[in-house]
Each structure stands twice: as structure tokens, then as C-alpha cells.
């Protein structure tokens, strides 16, 4: 008998490979089944509620914080002279 042909080789291999086996039983197909579909729902809910929970912070942080006071610089100021270049003056 080849080694390749050995019970344990073959064992071995779906081990290695990662493939995972669908069960034969179909009953217990069916269960792993609404398993798989009941943790995908859960999944999908929770990424809604954390979803919805940083939009909601979001604007909430909008609402509470002053319209009208600057943001708080860190305390470096970028000083400079600016000038609007026209269209007509650009390089192509």
C-alpha cells in the first residue's frame, strides 16, 4: 500500500487543507445550515448598531459643539501670504 493510500495520510491531509466537510446527515445539514444564516443575521445587526451608533454620535457631537467657536488649534500658527492664481495663468 502506498503512503499516499494510508488512512492516517488522508486524514492528515483534510486536517491540513482547511476544506471543512459538509455532514452527511441531513438533518444535521439543515441545523448547521440555520446556524451559519442566524449567525450571518447577527453579524449584519450588530455592524448596523455600531453603524447607526457612530452616525448618531456623530451628530450629536455636531449638535453640542458651538457653530460659531473656531476649532482649538494645537498652538502653532501657519502664517504665509496667499494669492488666487487665475485660470488663464496656469501651465498646462
Known sequence: MSFFQ????????TLVSGTPRRPRHPLLRLVLGLLGIALLLALLAVGLVVGLAML???????L???????????GRILEGDYRVVGKPSLAR
Not at 494510508?6 to 491531509?13: D, E, I, V
Open 64 to 74: 453640542f459643539t458651538r457653530p460659531g467657536k473656531p476649532a482649538r488649534g494645537r
Open 56 to 62: 448618531l454620535g456623530g451628530q450629536l457631537l455636531r
Open 6 to 13: 494510508h488512512s492516517a495520510f488522508l486524514r492528515l491531509r
